[in-house]
């Protein structure tokens, strides 16, 4: 993907995510606690992130809630991964709990590949 391809579709997140400052601030919070923990997203999880983060600052905005049927399945995430996603949520009002589980997952992920790539 080209970086003017990427930059595009990052701006469609955050027009569509209903409040672009928002989407920033959460966007620039989440590359701060992913530096500070030496994780780096390749452009596809970050994009991954954009849209996630994009759809629940709309679900707020709409009063849609997030259910997770089984959180046992997510009983293999990290601590920290499941922290950090309940720090990202905080940042959003009017949004269902459940939404960490599933935030928690792009970082857990990240944090995987990238050992993968033995970075």
């Known amino acids: 993907m080209r970086r003017d391809e990427w930059k595009n579709d990052y ?3 955050s027009v569509k995510s209903s409040d ?3 989407f920033k601030d959460i ?3 989440i590359r701060k606690q992913l530096d ?3 994780v780096i997203l390749t452009q596809s999880q970050t994009l991954g992130i954009a849209s996630h983060v994009s759809g ?4 707020s905005h709409q009063g849609k809630k997030m259910k997770v049927e089984n959180k046992a399945l997510f009983s293999d995430v990290s ?3 499941l922290e950090l996603a309940t720090q990202i949520c905080c940042m959003i009002r009017n949004i269902s709990e459940d939404e960490k589980y599933l935030l928690s997952i792009h970082f857990e992920n990240a944090k ?3 050992i993968k790539r033995g970075e």
């Open 36 to 38: 500070d923990r030496n």
């Open 56 to 59: 629940m600052i709309q679900r």
């Open 20 to 22: 672009a400052l928002l």
């Open 11 to 13: 701006l469609k997140f």
């Open 27 to 29: 966007i620039c919070e």
């Open 79 to 81: 601590n920290d991964s």
């Open 112 to 114: 995987l590949e990238q």
